[in-house]
């Protein structure tokens, strides 16, 4: 078995418009809002930003990894 040969200029996942909302007492707050961006294989990638700012929310939703409470 071998493994399929990506394309190094097609990315490995990708989101458009990408919006997490957590359900917090009644309330849908917004924690990412509008984000576009591109993983392509073969190359260095780096998320930064302040504490709190949803880094971890961004991985988490581009997996499809989110909590109950989260759309």
Do not use: F
């Amino acid at each position: 078995m071998t493994a399929p040969k990506n394309d190094p200029q097609q990315p490995v996942i990708q989101a458009k418009e990408l919006r997490v909302e957590y359900r917090i007492n009644r309330e849908w707050l917004t924690a990412v809002n509008g984000v576009d961006l591109a993983i392509n294989p073969l190359k260095i990638h780096g998320l930064v930003g302040e504490s709190g700012s949803g880094k971890s929310t961004l991985a988490l939703a581009m997996m499809n990894y989110m909590a109950d409470n989260a759309r």
